[in-house]
Protein backbone atom coordinates (compact mmCIF):
# COMPACT_ATOMS: atom_id res chain seq x y z
CA UNK A 1 0.00 0.00 0.00
CA UNK A 2 1.33 3.61 -1.11
CA UNK A 3 1.13 5.88 2.33
CA UNK A 4 1.89 9.24 2.10
CA UNK A 5 4.18 11.55 3.83
CA UNK A 6 1.60 13.49 5.98
CA UNK A 7 -1.33 13.24 6.95
CA UNK A 8 -3.94 15.47 9.08
CA UNK A 9 -4.35 15.13 12.58
CA UNK A 10 -6.68 16.60 15.56
CA UNK A 11 -3.51 17.49 17.67
CA UNK A 12 -4.30 18.38 21.79
CA UNK A 13 -1.61 20.87 22.36
CA UNK A 14 -2.14 21.98 25.85
CA UNK A 15 -5.13 20.74 27.99
CA UNK A 16 -8.29 22.71 28.17
CA UNK A 17 -8.28 24.18 24.92
CA UNK A 18 -9.83 22.60 21.63
CA UNK A 19 -8.08 20.31 19.54
CA UNK A 20 -6.10 21.35 16.33
CA UNK A 21 -6.82 19.97 13.08
CA UNK A 22 -2.73 20.28 11.71
CA UNK A 23 -0.49 18.52 9.05
CA UNK A 24 1.95 15.86 10.80
CA UNK A 25 4.45 13.35 9.65
CA UNK A 26 2.79 9.83 9.24
CA UNK A 27 4.95 7.63 11.66
CA UNK A 28 6.66 4.80 10.62
CA UNK A 29 6.02 1.62 12.37
CA UNK A 30 8.91 0.23 14.83
CA UNK A 31 9.76 -3.65 14.41
CA UNK A 32 6.56 -4.52 16.57
CA UNK A 33 4.60 -1.87 14.93
CA UNK A 34 1.75 -1.89 12.43
CA UNK A 35 1.11 1.24 10.32
CA UNK A 36 -2.56 1.85 10.40
CA UNK A 37 -5.23 3.45 8.09
CA UNK A 38 -7.55 5.02 10.41
CA UNK A 39 -11.21 4.70 8.93
CA UNK A 40 -13.15 5.50 12.22
CA UNK A 41 -12.18 6.34 15.98
CA UNK A 42 -14.76 6.38 19.04
CA UNK A 43 -14.91 9.06 21.24
CA UNK A 44 -15.05 8.17 24.79
CA UNK A 45 -15.84 9.89 27.41
CA UNK A 46 -11.68 9.50 28.89
CA UNK A 47 -11.09 11.62 25.67
CA UNK A 48 -12.91 14.65 26.86
CA UNK A 49 -11.28 14.10 30.69
CA UNK A 50 -8.08 14.02 29.15
CA UNK A 51 -8.83 17.35 26.90
CA UNK A 52 -10.56 19.05 30.16
CA UNK A 53 -7.43 18.08 31.97
CA UNK A 54 -9.20 15.82 34.49
CA UNK A 55 -6.51 13.24 33.56
CA UNK A 56 -3.45 14.74 34.11
CA UNK A 57 0.12 14.08 32.61
CA UNK A 58 -0.91 13.55 28.72
CA UNK A 59 1.63 13.07 25.83
CA UNK A 60 1.99 16.38 24.28
CA UNK A 61 0.97 17.42 21.83
CA UNK A 62 -0.96 13.92 21.76
CA UNK A 63 -3.37 12.71 19.18
CA UNK A 64 -6.52 11.32 21.45
CA UNK A 65 -8.65 8.66 20.34
CA UNK A 66 -8.32 4.65 21.77
CA UNK A 67 -11.30 2.94 20.08
CA UNK A 68 -9.61 2.66 16.60
CA UNK A 69 -11.17 0.62 13.35
CA UNK A 70 -8.99 0.83 10.43
CA UNK A 71 -6.63 -1.98 7.83
CA UNK A 72 -3.21 -2.24 8.35
CA UNK A 73 -0.87 -0.25 5.98
CA UNK A 74 1.99 -1.43 6.57
CA UNK A 75 3.99 -3.86 9.02
CA UNK A 76 7.22 -3.74 11.46
CA UNK A 77 9.78 -6.70 10.68
CA UNK A 78 9.37 -8.10 13.65
CA UNK A 79 5.10 -8.56 13.61
CA UNK A 80 4.09 -11.75 12.19
CA UNK A 81 0.47 -11.75 13.66
CA UNK A 82 -0.50 -8.99 11.01
CA UNK A 83 -0.75 -8.46 6.94
CA UNK A 84 -1.15 -5.67 5.17
CA UNK A 85 -4.63 -4.98 4.91
CA UNK A 86 -5.94 -7.04 7.50
CA UNK A 87 -8.84 -5.35 9.43
CA UNK A 88 -7.74 -4.27 12.72
CA UNK A 89 -8.93 -2.61 16.09
CA UNK A 90 -6.82 -0.48 18.18
CA UNK A 91 -7.78 -0.54 21.91
CA UNK A 92 -6.92 1.79 24.56
CA UNK A 93 -4.41 -0.56 26.34
CA UNK A 94 -1.30 0.37 24.06
CA UNK A 95 1.41 -2.08 25.88
CA UNK A 96 1.85 -3.71 28.96
CA UNK A 97 5.35 -5.25 30.00
CA UNK A 98 4.63 -8.38 31.11
CA UNK A 99 7.58 -8.42 33.78
CA UNK A 100 6.30 -6.40 36.24
CA UNK A 101 4.14 -8.24 39.49
CA UNK A 102 1.14 -7.27 37.73
CA UNK A 103 1.80 -8.60 34.51
CA UNK A 104 3.09 -12.10 35.82
CA UNK A 105 -0.40 -12.35 37.98
CA UNK A 106 -2.42 -11.68 34.70
CA UNK A 107 -3.34 -8.24 35.85
CA UNK A 108 -1.67 -6.65 32.27
CA UNK A 109 -4.88 -4.09 33.17
CA UNK A 110 -2.69 -2.63 35.78
CA UNK A 111 0.91 -3.20 34.47
CA UNK A 112 3.28 -0.29 36.11
CA UNK A 113 4.51 -0.08 32.75
CA UNK A 114 1.19 0.53 30.41
CA UNK A 115 0.77 2.78 28.08
CA UNK A 116 -2.34 3.75 26.88
CA UNK A 117 -3.80 4.51 23.59
CA UNK A 118 -4.81 8.44 23.00
CA UNK A 119 -3.12 9.17 26.03
CA UNK A 120 0.65 8.06 26.56
CA UNK A 121 0.83 7.29 23.07
CA UNK A 122 -0.91 8.98 20.16
CA UNK A 123 -4.08 7.71 19.12
CA UNK A 124 -6.60 7.63 16.68
CA UNK A 125 -7.80 11.19 15.78
CA UNK A 126 -5.73 11.31 12.14
CA UNK A 127 -5.52 9.21 9.29
CA UNK A 128 -3.08 7.16 10.06
CA UNK A 129 -1.88 5.52 13.31
CA UNK A 130 0.82 2.68 14.90
CA UNK A 131 0.32 0.68 17.11
CA UNK A 132 1.85 -2.91 18.54
CA UNK A 133 0.84 -5.43 16.99
CA UNK A 134 0.71 -7.50 19.69
CA UNK A 135 -1.80 -5.33 21.73
CA UNK A 136 -4.02 -5.11 18.39
CA UNK A 137 -7.13 -6.99 17.61
CA UNK A 138 -8.32 -8.61 14.70
CA UNK A 139 -11.58 -7.79 13.44
CA UNK A 140 -13.72 -10.10 11.61
CA UNK A 141 -15.75 -8.23 9.09
CA UNK A 142 -18.79 -7.51 10.41
CA UNK A 143 -20.91 -4.18 10.89
CA UNK A 144 -19.11 -1.22 9.52
CA UNK A 145 -16.01 0.86 10.75
CA UNK A 146 -18.41 3.56 12.41
CA UNK A 147 -20.36 1.23 14.26
CA UNK A 148 -17.27 -1.00 15.22
CA UNK A 149 -15.03 2.07 16.56
CA UNK A 150 -17.34 1.88 19.80
CA UNK A 151 -16.64 -1.76 20.72
CA UNK A 152 -12.98 -1.10 21.13
CA UNK A 153 -13.49 1.00 24.81
CA UNK A 154 -17.32 1.25 25.37
CA UNK A 155 -17.32 -2.25 24.64
CA UNK A 156 -14.37 -3.94 26.25
CA UNK A 157 -14.22 -1.79 29.23
CA UNK A 158 -17.91 -2.46 29.37
CA UNK A 159 -17.39 -6.21 29.14
CA UNK A 160 -15.10 -6.36 31.76
CA UNK A 161 -16.98 -4.00 34.33
CA UNK A 162 -19.96 -6.81 33.15
CA UNK A 163 -17.77 -9.54 34.08
CA UNK A 164 -16.59 -8.68 37.07
CA UNK A 165 -20.46 -7.57 38.53
CA UNK A 166 -20.46 -11.63 37.86
CA UNK A 167 -22.26 -14.14 36.44
CA UNK A 168 -25.09 -14.77 38.60
CA UNK A 169 -26.11 -11.11 38.52
CA UNK A 170 -29.81 -11.63 36.84
CA UNK A 171 -30.96 -8.07 37.54
CA UNK A 172 -28.51 -6.12 36.42
CA UNK A 173 -28.04 -1.87 36.95
CA UNK A 174 -26.92 0.17 35.07
CA UNK A 175 -25.96 3.98 36.05
CA UNK A 176 -25.57 6.24 32.84
CA UNK A 177 -27.05 5.19 29.79
CA UNK A 178 -24.61 6.21 27.17
CA UNK A 179 -22.10 4.72 24.56
CA UNK A 180 -21.15 1.26 27.42
CA UNK A 181 -24.70 1.24 28.35
CA UNK A 182 -25.99 0.49 25.31
CA UNK A 183 -23.55 -1.99 24.12
CA UNK A 184 -23.72 -3.91 27.09
CA UNK A 185 -27.67 -4.29 27.67
CA UNK A 186 -27.77 -6.04 24.21
CA UNK A 187 -24.97 -8.96 25.55
CA UNK A 188 -26.89 -8.57 29.27
CA UNK A 189 -30.36 -9.50 27.34
CA UNK A 190 -29.12 -11.94 24.95
CA UNK A 191 -27.28 -13.73 28.06
CA UNK A 192 -30.96 -13.66 29.67
CA UNK A 193 -30.33 -10.90 32.39
CA UNK A 194 -32.80 -8.17 33.36
CA UNK A 195 -31.16 -4.54 32.82
CA UNK A 196 -32.58 -1.79 34.81
CA UNK A 197 -31.21 1.72 32.96
CA UNK A 198 -30.82 4.32 34.93
CA UNK A 199 -30.30 7.89 33.53
CA UNK A 200 -30.10 11.28 34.70
CA UNK A 201 -33.65 11.94 36.36
CA UNK A 202 -36.02 13.20 34.00
CA UNK A 203 -33.70 12.29 30.86
CA UNK A 204 -37.28 10.37 29.17
CA UNK A 205 -35.19 10.50 25.76
CA UNK A 206 -32.21 7.68 27.07
CA UNK A 207 -34.39 6.20 29.28
CA UNK A 208 -36.54 5.36 26.26
CA UNK A 209 -33.59 4.05 24.37
CA UNK A 210 -32.98 2.03 26.91
CA UNK A 211 -36.18 0.12 27.03
CA UNK A 212 -36.18 -0.10 23.10
CA UNK A 213 -33.04 -1.43 23.86
CA UNK A 214 -34.85 -4.40 26.15
CA UNK A 215 -34.29 -2.91 29.28
CA UNK A 216 -37.22 -4.37 31.45
CA UNK A 217 -37.19 -0.84 33.48
CA UNK A 218 -35.66 2.61 32.99
CA UNK A 219 -35.95 5.52 35.39
CA UNK A 220 -33.63 8.23 37.33
CA UNK A 221 -30.55 7.82 39.12
CA UNK A 222 -32.90 9.00 41.85
CA UNK A 223 -35.45 6.02 42.03
CA UNK A 224 -35.59 2.75 43.30
CA UNK A 225 -35.94 0.04 40.36
CA UNK A 226 -39.11 -1.78 41.49
CA UNK A 227 -36.66 -4.91 41.75
CA UNK A 228 -33.41 -5.13 44.09
CA UNK A 229 -31.11 -5.36 42.18
CA UNK A 230 -27.76 -8.30 42.10
CA UNK A 231 -25.30 -5.84 40.75
CA UNK A 232 -24.69 -2.74 39.47
CA UNK A 233 -22.57 -0.70 36.76
CA UNK A 234 -21.58 3.21 37.56
CA UNK A 235 -20.44 4.51 33.80
CA UNK A 236 -21.53 7.60 34.42
CA UNK A 237 -18.52 9.78 36.63
CA UNK A 238 -20.41 10.84 39.19
CA UNK A 239 -19.45 10.15 42.89
CA UNK A 240 -23.17 10.53 44.58
CA UNK A 241 -23.91 7.58 42.00
CA UNK A 242 -22.03 5.03 44.51
CA UNK A 243 -24.35 5.54 47.55
CA UNK A 244 -27.37 5.55 45.21
CA UNK A 245 -26.70 2.22 43.42
CA UNK A 246 -25.33 0.39 47.01
CA UNK A 247 -28.79 1.52 48.02
CA UNK A 248 -30.69 -0.10 45.18
CA UNK A 249 -28.18 -3.70 44.93
CA UNK A 250 -29.44 -6.43 47.62
CA UNK A 251 -27.23 -8.59 50.22
CA UNK A 252 -24.17 -9.64 48.97
CA UNK A 253 -24.71 -6.99 45.77
CA UNK A 254 -21.68 -5.44 44.21
CA UNK A 255 -20.95 -1.89 42.67
CA UNK A 256 -18.63 -1.78 39.78
CA UNK A 257 -17.62 1.79 38.93
CA UNK A 258 -16.69 1.35 35.09
CA UNK A 259 -15.06 4.86 34.71
CA UNK A 260 -11.58 5.98 34.29
CA UNK A 261 -12.42 9.33 36.09
CA UNK A 262 -15.66 9.68 38.77
CA UNK A 263 -16.04 12.97 40.74
CA UNK A 264 -15.88 12.37 45.12
CA UNK A 265 -18.23 9.65 46.39
CA UNK A 266 -20.14 11.72 49.75
CA UNK A 267 -19.82 10.27 52.58
CA UNK A 268 -22.80 7.33 53.19
CA UNK A 269 -23.86 5.11 56.36
CA UNK A 270 -22.02 2.28 56.46
CA UNK A 271 -25.54 0.43 56.52
CA UNK A 272 -25.03 0.66 52.87
CA UNK A 273 -22.33 -1.42 52.42
CA UNK A 274 -23.38 -3.73 55.29
CA UNK A 275 -24.28 -7.40 54.75
CA UNK A 276 -21.27 -7.56 52.30
CA UNK A 277 -21.86 -5.39 49.63
CA UNK A 278 -19.04 -4.14 47.67
CA UNK A 279 -17.62 -1.47 45.89
CA UNK A 280 -14.85 -2.06 42.98
CA UNK A 281 -13.65 -0.15 40.07
CA UNK A 282 -12.17 -1.37 36.87
CA UNK A 283 -9.00 -0.02 35.17
CA UNK A 284 -8.63 -0.50 31.52
CA UNK A 285 -8.74 -3.81 30.05
CA UNK A 286 -6.82 -7.09 29.51
CA UNK A 287 -6.21 -8.94 25.88
CA UNK A 288 -8.52 -11.54 27.58
CA UNK A 289 -11.17 -8.96 27.89
CA UNK A 290 -10.84 -7.77 24.67
CA UNK A 291 -11.01 -11.09 22.89
CA UNK A 292 -14.27 -12.13 24.89
CA UNK A 293 -16.24 -9.35 24.11
CA UNK A 294 -15.09 -9.60 20.35
CA UNK A 295 -16.12 -13.48 20.01
CA UNK A 296 -19.39 -12.58 21.56
CA UNK A 297 -20.40 -8.90 19.89
CA UNK A 298 -20.91 -10.51 16.66
CA UNK A 299 -22.96 -13.53 18.57
CA UNK A 300 -25.89 -11.19 19.99
CA UNK A 301 -25.42 -9.11 17.80
CA UNK A 302 -24.10 -6.05 19.04
CA UNK A 303 -25.53 -3.08 17.10
CA UNK A 304 -24.23 0.39 18.01
CA UNK A 305 -25.83 3.36 17.54
CA UNK A 306 -23.32 6.20 16.47
CA UNK A 307 -23.96 9.78 15.73
CA UNK A 308 -20.41 10.27 13.34
CA UNK A 309 -18.52 13.58 12.71
CA UNK A 310 -15.70 14.18 10.11
CA UNK A 311 -12.43 14.46 11.59
CA UNK A 312 -12.02 17.95 11.35
CA UNK A 313 -15.30 18.08 13.86
CA UNK A 314 -14.14 16.06 16.59
CA UNK A 315 -14.71 19.40 18.55
CA UNK A 316 -18.01 19.09 18.29
CA UNK A 317 -18.39 15.60 19.18
CA UNK A 318 -16.62 15.81 22.87
CA UNK A 319 -18.22 19.13 23.09
CA UNK A 320 -22.06 16.72 22.36
CA UNK A 321 -20.65 14.67 24.49
CA UNK A 322 -19.86 16.74 27.51
CA UNK A 323 -23.09 18.04 26.82
CA UNK A 324 -24.97 14.99 26.80
CA UNK A 325 -26.01 15.03 23.00
CA UNK A 326 -25.11 11.69 22.24
CA UNK A 327 -27.62 8.91 21.67
CA UNK A 328 -25.57 5.98 21.95
CA UNK A 329 -21.39 6.33 20.83
CA UNK A 330 -19.71 9.42 19.21
CA UNK A 331 -17.60 8.48 16.06
CA UNK A 332 -15.40 10.14 13.94
CA UNK A 333 -15.10 8.92 10.32
CA UNK A 334 -12.81 9.54 8.43
CA UNK A 335 -14.67 9.31 5.02
CA UNK A 336 -17.54 11.75 6.21
CA UNK A 337 -17.69 15.34 5.32
ZN1 LIG B 1 -12.62 4.94 26.37
ZN1 LIG C 1 3.68 -4.93 33.52
Same mark, same amino acid.
Given at each position: ?Q???T?G???????K?P?RL???????P??????I?V??C??C??D???????????K??L?PG????G???Q???????FR????V???WL??? @?G?C????R????LCEN??F?G????GG???YTVAD????FHL?AG???AE??P?L @??????????????K???N??L?????????L????????????A??????V?D??????LG???AGG?D???????D???IF????SL????????GK?GT????G???SD???F?YQ??W????V???A???R?????F?????Q?P?????????????????C??R??K???A??L?M???
Open positions: MVPEMAMLLEKPQLRKVPIPRKPNQILRHAGVRTLHIVDGELTDPLPIHEIVNVAIGEKVENNGDRGVPAFA @CDRYCKGQENAQTYTVNFAEAAFSAPGDTAW @CAGLIGYRSYRIAGDARLGYGFGAAAHITQVAVYQKRRVYFTKPGDKQGFARRAVWSEQPPEQLAAIAPVGVPAALRAVGVVCGIHMIPSPLLEERSRSVNLTRDGEELEIAPVVKTQVQVYSLDRANDALDLDGVEGAVSGAS
